[in-house]
Every structure is written in C-alpha cells, then in structure tokens.
T-cell receptor, first 116, second 113 residues
Framework: NAGVMQNPRHLVRRRGQEARLRCSPM?????VYWYRQLPEEGLKFMVY????????ESGMPKERFSAEFPKEGPSILRIQQVVRGDSAAYFC??????????????FGPGTRLTVL | GNSVTQMEGPVTLSEEAFLTINCTYT??????LFWYVQYPGEGLQLLLK?????DKGSNKGFEATYRKETTSFHLEKGSVQVSDSAVYFC????????????FGQGTTLQVKP
C-alpha cells in the first residue's frame, strides 16, 4: 500500500509566479489535510478537504492560496503570485476518517517551496 | 483555543542515555494525542498515539502516557541511539471532528556516540 505521495519534492519559483503542489492520499483515504512548516517552526494547519468539499480552511491565508480535492485525481494546493514569505515546506496528510480511534494522519514527504 | 507546548531544544544526549521530552496541552473535550518524528529532509512519521486518558502509546522503545490530570503527554525512551537524532513533534487532534492536528513547535534531539 503506497503511502501519501506529494510532488514535486522541490519547487523553485520567482516572485509573482504560481506554485501548484500535488498530493495523492493513501489508498482508501478520503480526507486530506495541508500543513505548512516555516523554517525552524512546527507545522501549522492550513486546510482540510474531503472529495469535492472544503471542510475547514481556517488556516489558509485569505488571499492567493486555494485548495481543491476533485472527485478524480490528487489534491492541489495552489499559491498565486508567490512571495518570499511563502518559502516553506508544505506537507499533505491523509486519514481514513476524522475523529475517534482512526483519526491518525499519515504524512507525505512534503514539497519544499523556495521563492527567489 | 487548543494548543500544545513542548520543551525547547535542542536536547543533546550521549548514546544509551535516558530521554524525556516534555509536552503539555490545553484542549476542550477529549483529544487524541500523538508524537511524530521528522528525520532530516523527510516528512513526519507517526511514532505513537493515545486516544484516551491513561492510555500509553509505545513504539520502537519510545513511550508516552496520556495524563489528563496534568494535561501532559511526555515522550520517554530508556536508552537512545544515534539513529534517534531527529525532530520530535507533539500534537493533538481537535475534538471537533474536523481532525486537524495542532502541533507543538518541535524539539530537536541530537544523540552523540
């Protein structure tokens, strides 16, 4: 059973460009979470999605950031007009169900975004 | 709101020393508690978890007990190895069933031979 997959692993963008980060959850998992890890800091929750639905986006910046999890295909985190402060590691996690004894999230290897 | 506080690092130990990394939390309801480990350049791996008070999670010689009375989930290992060098994150899942994890700031462990 393949784990959570993220691509690309490393992404370099110039200021003003767009960044697209992809996440394929573990097989059988329909819940996806995105977290951001700034240098020397812990992970901060950004958004929680189920197929075709955004459930909780309380951690998403109000502008330039969006996320989707379509019926088919991976979840996408999109950052428009990137700025240097967006440089971070972005981690995706998936779980079978939230809450209860199964609320264990499995993390992907992350995408390290560098904005020049 | 819910939060997690970990002891500051880095923690530097000699091989075979005893390890404790403190973690305390504030939360409403009854969250699940987790320890994740992040090796250099990698993503997070689940180390252990506990879902209710007095549960003890254990894995690879590490253990942590969910203490509701002291709101703590301290990580311990009796004899660390150089290969345990990593960043350790304590986390809790909210009781709201959205499942999002709230992380502590991480504690870097360096084990010297």
């Amino acid at each position: 059973n393949a784990g959570v997959m993220q691509n690309p692993r490393h992404l370099v963008r110039r200021r003003g460009q767009e960044a697209r980060l992809r996440c394929s959850p573990m097989k059988g998992h329909s819940h996806v979470y995105w977290y951001r890890q700034l240098p020397e800091e812990g992970l901060k929750f950004m958004v929680y999605l189920q197929k075709e639905n955004i459930i909780d986006e309380s951690g998403m910046p109000k502008e330039r950031f969006s996320a989707e999890f379509p019926k088919e295909g991976p979840s996408i985190l999109r950052i428009q007009q990137v700025v240097r402060g967006d440089s971070a590691a972005y981690f995706c996690a998936s779980s079978p169900v939230p809450g209860g004894s199964l609320d264990t999230q499995y993390f992907g290897p992350g995408t390290r975004l560098t904005v020049l | 709101g819910n939060s997690v506080t970990q002891m500051e690092g880095p923690v530097t130990l000699s091989e075979e020393a005893f390890l404790t990394i403190n973690c305390t939390y504030t939360a409403t309801g009854y969250p699940s508690l987790f320890w994740y480990v992040q090796y250099p350049g990698e993503g997070l791996q689940l180390l252990l978890k506990a879902t209710k008070a007095d549960d003890k999670g254990s894995n690879k010689g590490f253990e942590a007990t969910y203490r509701k009375e002291t709101t703590s989930f301290h990580l311990e290992k009796g004899s660390v190895q150089v290969s345990d060098s990593a960043v350790y994150f304590c986390a809790l899942s909210g009781a709201s069933n959205t499942g999002k994890l709230i992380f502590g700031q991480g504690t870097t462990l360096q084990v010297k031979p």
